[in-house]
């Protein structure tokens, strides 16, 4: 069977993958740079950065299943091409959103920044998390994990997903058609949501508006889903108190962007959730097992959807 | 019944019990300003900060009982009198104490505050906590709280106390014998000791060397029990990479202290577990109830181990 990693990551992956797959196993590399040599083109299975592998799909003449290295898989639902399995990567990413969730909700209600500056006694209490209503709109794998270890710290969990169906550790599920009474009310607001047509400036004007005074607006998904204008006009209005921002419609953002210097605004360069290259090959492991046994492996991408 | 309350918040403490309590209860108030009146020095019960209450200690010709306003109780176990029930403030700070530590745990293992003052992309990504051992010594309400609800983000939690016994969530508990195998390779020390002469320096340089290289020490308990020129050396030589404080031995910190300028040094002005009134009375209530019955309230401090 021949397998190719095509990452810019490849050679730290295939490292990690050696030894753990079978004899008959073929493996290829590209990471991006230069052309692919012809066995990555005739892989039956690949594990690949969307990106990259978007590139070549065209030429990929065997391919039969791609297990994708991003949460994100925009890249590869883009292409005309479905004619195989694409598989993403859930239950990875879900711990590292959870800290980071709670790191930048206690960095404000906790006076992080605050305290870290501060040059004399400064004893004003804070309140804390426990009066405080979180949302978190598109509430799958990822969201559902940060609701579960994070939610014990609010008052309470709500989220929103395509059909609002329930979520464990998620009090209130609502559905995309009801995403205004999803946001009224909320103190933090967290966007996870994939890159559709469908939530393309989800958090608009009309929605941020719902949301309870002060609130912070936490962007770890995807930039599509924030009208940033509408966010920045919402924070400089005293309206908002913080807005973190891990995703931007152009990445990296330039360093001559005001963003970096607008108060209020603070960008964490997409390392919400960074991708832990052990738990992919263990993912991708297990995927392996259950294909060549001839069943599907978890994760499947519905290509209409888009996530 | 006669009933003082005795706190600079005597007042506001009043307003929040007035009607909460039997008609035959006679409340009196002082808040530390000029001398109280007879009524005061005649309770019965009383609710008390316990500096207010040492101040006037001789004088309360008829306590019986009194609920500490603080979770350290050192200036009552100071006096010599002890022919009354004192008791304790038990599961209200623990919640904001998990807080704290994660908070400050987040802001150097997510770079809060590295992300906040960033002007460019710094897409470099952060090991998390999932690698990091937990380890609180002083595990009792508070610390147990702690564990429960922040462990599950580390890859352990131990705790520490005076005899070693368990604690739910946590999975080592150590004596205080056992000290330096307690904190032989935590990655994160939280001190939450009470102020008693067994605990002065427990953190003193003997047992930082054992912390994992790089370790967080935080000191959210009492001031005595951190030896703080041994835990500014080893930061100053990089062993720690920081330090927060949230009590020191004189409180507030002038503000021309140096400690308010030195890197990794974070002072929080003793915020970590601020008094909640609401959370106190309702607490006071509850053991009122208990000791019109003729119930022991909950919450009684040993005045021999002083807490």
């Known amino acids: 069977m021949k397998l190719a ?9 295939g490292t990690l993958l050696r030894g753990r797959v079978g004899e008959d196993v073929l493996l290829a590399y590209w990471d991006g740079v230069g052309e692919p040599e012809a066995q990555v083109l005739e892989a039956e299975v690949v594990l690949g950065a969307p990106d990259l592998a978007a590139a070549v799909m065209d030429q990929l003449s065997a391919l039969r299943w791609l297990q994708s290295t991003w949460a994100g898989v925009t890249p590869l639902v883009g292409q005309p091409r479905r004619d195989y399995l694409l598989t993403g990567v859930k239950g990875i990413f879900g711990r590292s959103m959870a800290e980071y969730v709670l790191a930048w909700v206690l960095a404000e209600k906790r006076s992080v920044l605050r305290h870290s500056s501060a040059t ?3 004893g004003r209490p804070d309140k804390g998390l426990a009066g405080l209503h979180l949302g978190i709109a598109g509430i799958g794998s990822i969201g559902g994990e940060v609701a579960q270890r994070c939610g014990g710290f609010f008052a309470s969990v709500r989220g929103l ?10 009090e209130h599920c609502f559905g995309a058609a009801r995403r205004l009474d999803f946001a009224r009310g909320l103190d933090v607001l967290v966007l996870l949501l994939p890159d559709t047509e469908a939530t393309n400036q989800f958090a608009d004007k009309a929605l ?10 936490i962007n770890a998904g995807r930039a599509n889903a924030l009208d940033l204008d509408a966010a920045l006009e919402a924070l400089s209005g005293g309206r908002l108190s913080s807005l973190v921002l891990d995703v931007l419609a152009e990445e990296p953002l330039p360093a001559e962007d005001p963003l970096w210097r607008t108060t209020g605004v603070h960008i964490t360069s997409h390392t919400a959730a960074p991708t832990n290259d052990e738990a992919i090959v263990a993912l991708f492991l297990n995927g392996l097992t259950r294909y060549r046994r001839g069943e599907e492996p978890a994760g499947r991408i519905d290509f209409d959807r888009g996530y």
Do not use: C, M
């Open 5 to 13: 990693i095509v990452s810019p990551n490849a050679k730290r992956l």
């Open 161 to 170: 997903n395509g059909d609002g169906r329930t979520v464990p550790g998620v």
């Open 208 to 217: 941020l508006e719902q949301l309870a005074p002060g609130a912070i607006v």
């Open 120 to 122: 004399s006694w400064d």
